[in-house]
């Protein structure tokens, strides 16, 4: 993790903030995660995602548990639900983290086209390394919550994806056990520099704020690091290892022993019938796991059938 300043260390993870990501990895959400792990605030960590992934086994169940904020990418329903969720992170006592990826969808190629026509076609300048941001739902949430956040915090994650012995960022290749690297670079923006009552202001900021990520893209591009004065790597830690093998031994046992007593009951048939069952749900769960995680599903960006829908 890198910081530009020593406000930006320290404040991380332990103020009610709003963060803006790039979102172009399938892993993205999940090394915000250990960031906020490090500073031990994991469970104040919110996000906005879409609604399909709710439903994903695992990683869906988690989001619902810790009330991350699900839309449906239509904003008369959207705004009703960010209305009702943002006033219930109001009453919150917890430092707050909430993750917003304002280009809406993760980064593709075919998708990156699409936003530079987007772009052409409204007068906009178009990003070397990022889709035009999406300015509604940030401009809501930041006039809903102005009184409450401390600040904004500008993260920019990226990875080395070329050259011997590197792993691409994908879910796939976590589920492998394949190790990787991520860099974060994460800087606050206190709230009182932030434009909060001016519509159109506040979307130049947003603007600038993603020229600046395309400019640490580019940095990273030449340097493969960030240029900043403090710098904190992220090692294992062991306390989750060690939970997570004792709840393996203790699901273990009790699959050993029942499958004893019906083999000792000479039950094989109701045996095989659970491990089919078992079977099935494992596989059809880890398809749905890794589907969902690809760069490619998402949303329309700029497309014709993107410009109809918000017609």
């Given at each position: 993790m890198y910081f530009p300043d020593e406000e930006s260390m320290n404040k991380f993870g332990r103020e009610f903030n709003l963060t803006v990501m790039n979102h172009k990895y399938e892993v993205d959400w999940l090394y915000t995660w250990l960031a906020m792990d490090h500073f031990k605030n994991l469970g104040a960590s919110k996000s906005y995602a879409k609604k399909a992934?709710?439903?994903?086994?695992?990683?869906?169940?988690?989001?619902?548990?810790?009330?991350?904020?699900?839309?449906?990418?239509?904003?008369?329903?959207?705004?009703?639900?960010?209305?009702?969720?943002?006033?219930?992170?109001?009453?919150?006592?917890?430092?707050?983290?909430?993750?917003?990826?304002?280009?809406?969808?993760?980064?593709?190629?075919?998708?990156?086209?699409?936003?530079?026509?987007?772009?052409?076609?409204?007068?906009?300048?178009?990003?070397?390394?990022?889709?035009?941001?999406?300015?509604?739902?940030?401009?809501?949430?930041?006039?809903?919550?102005?009184?409450?956040?401390?600040?904004?915090?500008?993260?920019?994650?990226?990875?080395e994806t070329e050259g011997k012995n590197i792993n691409k960022p994908t879910f796939t290749n976590i589920l492998k056990g394949k190790p990787m690297i991520g860099h974060l670079y994460l800087e606050r923006i206190p709230i009182e520099k932030v434009p909060t009552d001016n519509v159109e202001e506040l979307n130049d900021f947003l603007f600038k704020l993603y020229e600046k990520k395309d400019v640490l893209a580019e940095e990273f591009n030449e340097n493969k690091t960030f240029k900043t004065k403090h710098t904190i790597e992220v090692k294992?830690?062991?306390?989750?290892?060690?939970?997570?093998?004792?709840?393996?031994?203790?699901?273990?046992?009790?699959?050993?022993?029942?499958?004893?007593?019906?083999?000792?009951?000479?039950?094989?048939?109701?045996?095989?019938?659970?491990?089919?069952?078992?079977?099935l749900i494992g596989i059809t769960a880890l398809v749905l796991l890794v589907r969902s995680t690809k760069a490619v599903r998402g949303s329309q960006y700029g497309s014709a059938k993107d410009d109809k829908k918000k017609s």
């Open positions: 992934l709710k439903h994903v086994p695992i990683i869906g169940w988690s989001f619902y548990f810790g009330e991350f904020i699900f839309l449906e990418r239509s904003w008369d329903k959207d705004s009703k639900i960010m209305e009702e969720c943002l006033n219930n992170l109001k009453e919150y006592e917890d430092k707050i983290c909430l993750l917003l990826f304002a280009e809406g969808t993760r980064y593709t190629k075919a998708k990156f086209e699409q936003s530079c026509n987007f772009a052409n076609e409204r007068g906009l300048k178009a990003l070397k390394y990022h889709l035009i941001p999406r300015t509604r739902g940030f401009t809501y949430t930041v006039d809903q919550l102005k009184d409450h956040i401390k600040s904004i915090f500008n993260v920019q994650l990226e990875f294992p830690r062991l306390v989750p290892l060690l939970n997570m093998i004792f709840w393996l031994i203790v699901e273990l046992t009790l699959y050993t022993s029942t499958f004893y007593l019906l083999i000792t009951y000479k039950f094989y048939t109701l045996l095989t019938s659970i491990m089919i069952i078992f079977g």
